[in-house]
């Protein structure tokens, strides 16, 4: 497990009195999360958004995706993205982004407990076969890949704080 991050709490967007977010919240809100938004760049500097399921573990997100889709397609021009869970409410719930690099995972050993993970959160909609080069084979192939933050912003909203942690 990477090492704890530090936290500092911003007083620009935070209410009086709010107090930086112990890392164990964000990292729980991450983990519970059942759906996440994830942003990539387009070789030409566009954005690129779109819902995915993926797993938070030892302080990590992974994901995978097709070889034809447009969020794989980005991450071969550039690996930055930014991972986001939240609540569409203002004065309630926790707010999440992760800001990172992909690198992609391969191998059957690396991959089969990424595979129970997912098993274990999605059920067997989510039932993937690792192989050595991803989850599957042909035209059911996934690419996956694992994001190590470089830093998280936790927006919370009652009161309001915005905490970032830097690793």
């Known amino acids: 497990m990477p090492a704890r991050p530090t936290a500092r709490l911003d007083p620009r967007f935070s209410t009086e009195g709010a107090e930086a977010l112990p890392w164990p919240t964000a990292s729980d809100r991450l983990r519970a999360a059942s759906l996440y938004w994830l942003t990539t760049v387009r070789a030409d500097g566009r954005p690129?958004?779109?819902p995915l399921v993926g797993l938070w573990s030892d302080d990590t997100f992974v994901f995978c995706t097709g070889p034809d889709e447009q969020k794989r397609h980005n991450l071969a021009t550039s690996p930055a993205l930014c991972?986001?869970?939240?609540?569409?409410?203002?004065?309630?719930g926790l707010d999440v982004v992760v800001e990172g690099e992909a690198s992609q995972v391969r191998g059957r050993d690396a991959l089969a407990p990424l595979a129970a993970d997912y098993l274990a959160k999605y059920g067997t909609d989510w039932a993937f076969e690792p192989t050595e080069r991803g989850f599957g084979e042909g035209d059911d192939h996934a690419d996956v890949f694992v994001v190590r933050p470089r830093k998280v912003i936790a927006f919370a909203k009652s009161p309001h704080g915005q905490t970032t942690f830097t690793f």
């Open 48 to 50: 690129h958004v779109t």
């Open 83 to 92: 991972v986001t869970v939240g609540d569409d409410t203002w004065n309630a």
